[in-house]
């Protein structure tokens, strides 16, 4: 609510909350916030709700859910009701998360938003914030891909990753120059692993789709940031020891990897944002702060924009 209560103040986006409008008074009351500029849409008393409940029917009609069973469903879960309202044009985006599953809220977007045209599988990447002048981040951000979406990824998913992800960050990080990592435990064939071959296969199909976009993989993830180390493991690389965007082998690596940089490093993280969506979507860490939260508010907003 705070970050929503800032959103609106700086009237750069208009958040939808759900809720009833005394109840949401109540507590920004509590928290000494204005929801000025914030819409409330308390679903058991809005037209909302019907249409979402036909909106539920269609994107689930193999179901042959009946109205009731619909308005139910839509009533008990406010992320399915979030994600309903979004993918029947009623909202541009969602910002959920914070108190959801992440399983919970990739199967309500999945459900209710779907996939962009031509995406099979949505992935997702977390924007790591670092400060200024920070000497392996010298852009300030550094998406981290993916770890939210896919455990075990093919090499074809984590190449098909890597493009969803470019194409976000050049909506969201228009001023972001795009060197790409598809990182391993081994750089340029320093080990030999099925591992490796799997990254390299990846980083491999993903350069036939980015031919424009500098990548290397398999890479360490210090040949990947530190240019001194780069020289030394990886003279030629394309990206040279300064990547902006970080490919983890699977969801293990990239979930663990952002959450020791986030609590060990002091780092903001914003998202994770879900790519490859017909509308963009967050989920958030539930450890998220209400500056994170924000910020993931405003990258939801611009990336509803095109390049």
Do not use: W
């Not at 009833?20 to 308390?42: H, M, N, P, Q």
């Amino acid at each position: 609510m705070i970050a929503a209560a800032r959103a609106a103040g700086e009237g750069l986006v208009v958040p939808v909350l759900l809720g009833r409008r005394d109840d949401l008074e109540t507590a920004a009351s509590v928290l000494e916030i204005s929801l000025k500029g914030c819409e409330a849409i308390y679903l058991s008393d809005s037209p909302v709700l019907e249409k979402i409940v036909q909106y539920y029917q269609t994107q689930r009609s193999k179901e042959a859910l009946t109205p009731d069973h619909a308005r139910a469903a839509l009533l008990a879960d406010p992320t399915l009701a979030a994600a309903a309202i979004v993918g029947a044009g009623l909202a541009d985006g969602m910002v959920t998360g914070a108190i959801t599953t992440t399983a919970d809220v990739i199967r309500a977007a999945a459900r209710l938003i779907g996939n962009a045209p031509g995406v099979a599988r949505a992935t997702s990447f977390m924007a790591m914030h670092f400060p200024p002048d920070h000497p392996t981040a010298p852009d300030n951000i550094l998406l981290f891909a993916d770890p939210a979406v896919l455990p075990t990824p093919t090499a074809g998913e984590l190449a098909h990753a890597a493009v969803l992800v470019s194409q976000s960050a050049a909506r969201i990080f228009p001023g972001l120059t795009q060197r790409i990592a598809f990182l391993s435990f081994s750089t340029c064939g320093s080990a030999i692993h099925p591992a490796v071959d799997h990254v390299r296969n990846a980083a491999t199909q993903a350069r036939q789709f980015l031919p424009d976009v500098p990548i290397d993989g398999d890479v360490q993830a210090d040949a990947a940031l530190i240019p001194a180390i780069a020289k030394r493991k990886a003279p030629g690389s394309p990206i040279n020891g300064n990547a902006t965007i970080l490919v983890f082998p699977n969801l293990d690596a990239a979930n663990i990897a952002y959450k020791l940089t986030r609590h060990l490093g002091g780092v903001r993280s914003y998202g994770p944002i879900l790519c490859g969506l017909r509308r963009p979507a967050s989920d958030l860490s539930r450890s998220a702060t209400a500056e994170e939260i924000h910020a993931t508010v405003l990258l939801i907003a611009t990336a509803t924009t095109e390049p």
